[in-house]
């Protein structure tokens, strides 16, 4: 591989251009390797045809954000010899109960045929809400297994444990086996074991989400004892008292997710587990109040926290982020409350990452404290100054709140709010004047997440962020605005936005058309509720354009459960998908989803 | 042809359609007991027509206890707040199924009284429609109910609905989701 290499580069070299103008082949060399950034990167490609190639033999990682934007084919013939590869299918919203098909798309079985052929410098791959199939991972593992460092099947689903078996056995070299919230099905646990018999050098295992209940303890610490670089792991739920022995021997790992507490009325067994010395992230899963107290003799050393899955009431959560003032990432619910976030301002002044999920929607089944308004967030915004990420679902919101965000958190790069639906009456509505100071006191803000609801936000609110959003590259709004001049106005701002998401909106398909239209820097557009006006998505039509991919997932009833435990149908609206792309509209639809025609629309 | 829709202001709200750009709080919309009106709105008009009009005689009988905690003994013209002994609506557990006393013929209609903001409204109405309204109003917004009887909306209006509303509920996250329905399980 070093050998092709060299002889490229002297190929290069010998093709007789550049002594005069610019910077020789030589200097060159030696500093594009030390060029990562992708739009660096991109920017250099353009400059003449020989800093492309230059860059297409040196580039060592690609991100394809939506797979269907290029081809296998594509990728091969650029980029040869890539060592990394990342690349995303299905809409964000797969991530959410019931929004797009199971089978929509996303397949990766004709990017690890490529990578089976063509790649041969291959050593991580990301796969991000894709489907993948047994059969795949077998092909990645018998032609890439000697080599493999990186495998991530994140938020993935089509494969189950045998698959798993196929990579355990044959990619001694995995660093990383992440599984994370993938859906598998489970056959047996023998796919750990392959794995643990195998592999000396794992660092991260992840199987975090996934309800794999097969594992069994033993491979468990026969993983730990054989892979002395262990460093991250995070598991399905499996009784911590089972844990013992694999904390002994995973005795140098940093991070732990995952593990049960099935007998929260015997706290006093819980003492028999001893955590691993330098462990400072941490989640447990199902943990109560009373054996929170295990954690306490190492809060202190805690960088990160998972309440996601914890049964802990507010008043619990307030006396745990108090023994953690070296806090920099948490994740938990709404269970939390403004009490919690003003023990975090106090307490926990590193803090740069915060995430706040939407817990119970039953009274009962959660604290009564245990809801987010302004409150708490003028509190965490004046105390956490280097906050860098804010994912919050709330119950109530000022527009004090967002120009105390705009104030403060000058370090803010990704910031996303949601309205929840418990409170009727939010009085300080529109947001407006929040959220221009919110956009224009966060000039670091790349990220920017809306989900209000009718009068939330007005079409003068909407114009704001187009005009104050300079350097944000993606967005999901949610019930902003009150007409098509919103979004109208919206869209002659922006300047950045490659990715929009919008739901349970108000716009026409007339307008939706020519905000994508007006957008300079738009490549993907994904609406869920909107305005069907058009017969035939007529109106859509207006945004046809070459290379422009237009998908539509017409309304449809998706059987559910409802809480009655009775199967029942919830209505799910129509989907638009459009997004730019290289390689043509896409040949592997399913029934859920159609391609907009023009020649059948306009026909029809 | 559209089927009659009977619109009831009972709860004293001006209707969405009359202040379109108006960026006044009634854009707030009290999203639960809109819920239930747009629910009583699906159920059969002559039935919600006849009861509305039997409905204050029907008040001033003394309501039978069947299980239903919306019931009160009290008649139409008590004030406002209602002191009753059983908690309001909204606190009703969902996941706890309602008694079910009146098995013998599940259609045999019963008094369903709502006491809202210094109004009363009774409607004769039976089990699995009180059982929707009840859970409308537990939840909120409301997912579409399953209305054997009453005319369905039509696709369109519906989409047409809940696009014009902005109504779809936020949806959950599947981790999390699970999270929340093993936990109902422990």
């Not at chain 1, 002889?7 to 910077?23: A, D, P, T």
């Not at chain 1, 809409?91 to 089978?103: K, Q, V």
């Not at chain 1, 960088?303 to 006396?319: A, F, I, W």
């Not at chain 1, 709010?417 to 529109?430: A, R, Y």
């Amino acid at each position: 591989m070093e050998e092709s290499y060299n002889r490229k580069m002297n190929n290069l070299n010998c093709s007789g251009c550049g002594v005069g103008g610019g910077m020789s082949d030589v200097v060159l060399e030696c500093v594009m390797p030390y060029i990562h950034d992708p739009r660096d990167r991109d920017a250099v490609s353009l400059v003449c045809r020989r800093w492309y190639e230059l860059d297409a033999i040196t580039r060592k990682h690609v991100t394809i954000a939506l797979c269907y934007s290029t081809s296998p084919d594509r990728l091969q013939r650029r980029f040869k010899h890539l060592e990394s590869l990342k690349m995303k299918g299905k809409p964000r919203a797969a991530m959410f109960f019931n929004l797009i098909p199971e089978d929509w798309g996303g397949f990766v079985t004709p990017w690890v045929n490529e990578i089976a052929e063509s790649f041969n410098c291959l050593k991580s791959l990301h796969f991000r809400r894709m489907i993948v199939k047994d059969s795949d991972l077998e092909l990645l593992a018998s032609s890439r297994g000697r080599v493999l460092e990186v495998l991530k099947l994140d938020k993935c689903s089509g494969f189950s444990t045998d698959g798993l078996s196929h990579i355990g056995r044959s990619c001694r070299q995995l660093r990383t086996l992440f599984l994370e919230e993938s859906g598998i099905a489970e056959k047996d646990g023998d796919w750990l074991h392959e794995l643990a018999t195998n592999n000396t050098v794992l660092q991260t295992l992840n199987f975090y989400m996934t309800d794999l209940t097969k594992v069994r303890m033993e491979d468990l610490e026969l993983l730990a004892k054989n892979c002395r670089s262990l460093v991250s792991v995070k598991i399905s739920d499996f009784e911590l008292l089972e844990l013992v022995g694999f904390f002994r021997y995973a005795s140098a790992i940093e991070e732990f997710c995952g593990g049960s507490f099935n007998e929260p009325d015997q706290p006093g067994k819980y003492a028999a587990v001893i955590f691993p010395p330098k462990l400072c992230r941490l989640g447990l899963t199902y943990m109560e109040k009373n054996v929170m107290s295990i954690v306490f003799p190492f809060a202190s050393l805690l960088k990160k926290l998972d309440l996601l899955y914890v049964l802990l009431g507010t008043e619990d959560h307030c006396v745990l982020v108090q023994r953690c003032p070296n806090l920099e990432v948490l994740e938990t619910r709404n269970v939390i409350g403004d009490r919690g976030l003003e023990a975090l301002a106090q307490s926990c002044k590193r803090l740069k990452r915060l995430r706040i999920e939407r817990g119970a929607d039953e009274q009962e089944m959660e604290d009564v404290d245990g809801r987010v308004s302004q409150r708490g967030l003028i509190a965490l915004a004046q105390g956490c100054l280097e906050l860098e990420y804010i994912a919050v679902y709330v119950s109530d919101i000022s527009n004090a709140a967002l120009e105390h965000l705009g104030a403060y958190s000058k370090n803010l790069n990704d910031f996303r709010l949601v309205l929840l639906d418990q409170e009727e009456m939010i009085p300080d509505l529109p947001l407006d004047n929040g959220v221009r100071a919110l956009l224009r006191g966060c000039e670091k803000l790349q990220r920017f997440g809306l989900y209000l609801r009718p009068g939330g936000l007005s079409d003068v609110g909407l114009g704001y962020i187009g005009q104050y959003s300079r350097h944000v590259r993606w967005m999901i709004l949610g019930s902003v605005g009150e007409s098509d001049e919103g979004l109208l106005a919206f869209s002659t701002g922006c300047p950045s936005l490659q990715k929009l998401e919008m739901r349970a909106c108000c716009f026409t398909e007339s307008a939706l058309a020519r905000a994508a239209l007006q957008l300079t820097s738009l490549r993907y557009l994904w609406v869920q509720g909107y305005r069907e006006t058009s017969t035939g998505h007529r109106d859509l039509l207006t945004m046809v354009r070459p290379f422009w991919n237009i998908e539509l997932i017409p309304s449809r009833k998706v059987p559910t459960v409802n809480n009655a435990g009775e199967n029942d149908f919830d209505d799910n609206p129509a989907h638009i998908l459009a997004y730019y792309s290289l390689a043509g509209p896409r040949t592997d639809f399913p029934d859920t989803v159609k391609p907009l025609d023009p020649a059948k629309v306009v026909a029809a | 042809m559209s089927r009659a829709t009977v619109e009831l202001d009972f709860f004293g709200m001006s209707k969405e359609s009359s202040s379109s750009s108006s960026k006044s709080k009634f854009l707030n919309r009290q999203r639960s007991f809109r819920d239930i009106q747009s629910a009583i709105s699906k159920m059969n008009p002559e039935l919600l027509k006849s009861v509305i009009a039997s409905g204050s005689a029907a008040s001033n009988k003394s309501t039978p206890d069947n299980g239903n905690q919306m019931s009160s003994n009290k008649s139409f013209s008590v004030p406002s707040t209602p002191k009753q002994e059983q908690p309001p609506f909204p606190a009703l557990p969902v996941h706890l199924p309602l008694p079910r006393l009146n098995l013998e013929n599940p259609l045999e209609t019963a008094p369903l009284t709502i006491f809202y903001n210094g109004t009363v409204a009774v409607f004769d109405v039976p089990r699995d429609k009180a059982e929707n309204i009840l859970k409308l109003a537990e939840k909120g917004i409301s997912k579409t109910v399953v209305e054997p009887v009453a005319d369905p909306r039509t696709d369109h209006q519906q989409k047409l609905l809940e696009s014009l509303d902005g109504d779809l509920p936020i949806a959950r996250r599947k981790s999390l989701q699970r999270f929340l329905e093993k936990r109902k399980e422990r």
